[in-house]
C-alpha cells in the first residue's frame, strides 16, 4: 500500500528553499509522482510504500 503527501511552495517562499524542502522528502524515501504549478506556486505530488 502506498502513502501520498502533497508538497506545496509557500506563499513568498525562494525556489531554491521549496527545493531543500522536497529534496528532505526524497532523502527520507517519497518519490515524485507528479507535480504541477498553480499561480506561480509549485505544487508535488509524493508517494512511498508502507
Do not use: P
Not at 3 to 29: D, M
Not at 31 to 42: H, I, M, T, W, Y
Request: glycine content about 4%; overall charge positive.
Amino acid at each position: 500500500m502506498n502513502s501520498h503527501k502533497f508538497l506545496k511552495q509557500k506563499a513568498f517562499e525562494k525556489v531554491e528553499r521549496f527545493e531543500k524542502r522536497l529534496q528532505e522528502s526524497i532523502s527520507q524515501g517519497w518519490k515524485v509522482n507528479s507535480f504541477a504549478s498553480d499561480q506561480g506556486s509549485l505544487i508535488v505530488l509524493l508517494d512511498r510504500e508502507r
